[in-house]
């Protein structure tokens, strides 16, 4: 089992910057890629960007050149720095890891909220 505690999210301006975290804890080993999903009101959740244990990393083309995932495996945690915000980007942020054994965990979300 893996648990998952995010943290960072909150409010910021269009053209500002926020720092999203999130903590894996329990069979951390396991863990091969680790990820960010969003969704805002009233659309499906989709991925953000993930990255896997070779430092391998994916992007969606809505974020690519402004958000950068990165992985602190010793530390077990995944972070994505979000810079050149935009409204659009408005939504819950979920962390997701998968497993070796392809066991998907969920964290709990956070918030991010853009506007003037």
């Known amino acids: 089992q893996v648990q998952l505690v995010e943290s960072g999210g909150g409010s910021a301006q269009p053209g500002g910057s926020l720092r999203l975290s999130c903590a894996a804890s329990g069979s951390i080993s396991s863990i091969k890629v680790m990820g960010w999903y969003r969704q805002a009101p009233g659309k499906e959740r989709e991925l953000v960007a993930n990255?896997?244990?070779?430092?391998?990393?994916n992007y969606a083309d809505s974020v690519k050149g402004r958000f950068t995932i990165s992985r602190d495996n010793a530390k077990a945690t995944v972070y994505l720095q979000m810079n050149s915000l935009k409204p659009e980007d408005t939504a819950v942020y979920y962390c997701k890891v998968k497993d070796a054994y392809y066991r998907i965990y969920w964290g709990q979300g956070t918030q991010v909220t853009v506007s003037s």
């Open positions: 990255i896997d244990n070779g430092g391998r990393t």
